[in-house]
């Protein structure tokens, strides 16, 4: 069963405020992914025999690469996720916080796409979005579609962002 649109919106807005980094296209982004990625809440382990975990379906070796390579340079940060969250990495992954922390997965996922250097796409532009996700999370090679993340977008999300 998928989250409560609303509901997971403001989680999302409250989370991204509490990191500073909320925008409307930030939002949206993360709505969008995980509408694509996990059915929008639907799924909390990657079907199959895959790594990802949460709404996000982030794998552990991304978090490791996001603590290892971005947040042990930013203290700050890495404090304020902590405190937005609840979590800290120590010695390795987090994976219970991957799967079941909500406010972990969002500020993760955002922290992921805030390392891209182009910027964020225009908000209310969905296609945009899924192209950005496409070429930033899913990656080239991943299984997903721009189409997919379209219709996941309008299936879940709607259009009154």
Same mark, same amino acid.
């Given at each position: 069963?998928?989250?409560?649109?609303?509901?997971?919106?403001?989680?999302?807005?409250?989370?991204?405020?509490?990191?500073?980094?909320?925008?409307?296209? #930030?939002?949206?982004?993360?709505?969008?992914?995980?509408?694509?990625?996990? $059915?929008?809440?639907?799924?909390?382990?990657?079907?199959?025999?895959?790594?990802?975990? $949460?709404?996000?379906?982030?794998?552990?070796?991304?978090?490791?690469? /996001?603590?290892?390579?971005?947040?042990?340079?930013?203290?700050?940060?890495?404090?304020?996720?902590?405190?937005?969250?609840?979590? #800290?990495?120590?010695? $390795?992954?987090? /994976?219970?916080?991957?799967?079941?922390?909500?406010?972990?997965?969002? #500020?993760?996922?955002? /922290?992921?796409?805030?390392? /891209?250097?182009?910027?964020?796409?225009?908000?209310?532009?969905?296609?945009?979005? #899924?192209?950005?996700?496409?070429?930033?999370?899913?990656?080239?090679?991943?299984? +997903?579609?721009?189409?997919?993340?379209?219709?996941?977008?309008?299936?879940?999300? +709607?259009?009154?962002?």
């Amino acid at each position: 069963m998928a989250f409560n649109k609303d509901q997971f919106q403001y989680l999302i807005e409250r989370v991204l405020w509490e990191l500073n980094m909320h925008s409307l296209a #930030a939002v949206n982004l993360l709505l969008g992914t995980s509408a694509q990625e996990s $059915g929008f809440g639907t799924y909390l382990r990657q079907v199959g025999d895959g790594p990802a975990l $949460g709404v996000f379906q982030m794998e552990p070796d991304t978090e490791r690469d /996001i603590w290892l390579n971005y947040l042990v340079y930013r203290d700050d940060l890495a404090e304020t996720v902590w405190q937005v969250a609840g979590a #800290a990495w120590d010695v $390795g992954p987090s /994976i219970p916080p991957l799967e079941t922390n909500l406010s972990y997965q969002v #500020a993760m996922a955002r /922290i992921h796409y805030l390392r /891209i250097k182009e910027p964020l796409p225009p908000h209310d532009n969905v296609q945009a979005l #899924a192209h950005y996700w496409k070429r930033h999370y899913n990656t080239l090679k991943g299984a +997903g579609s721009e189409h997919e993340f379209v219709k996941n977008y309008f299936k879940y999300v +709607g259009d009154k962002n």
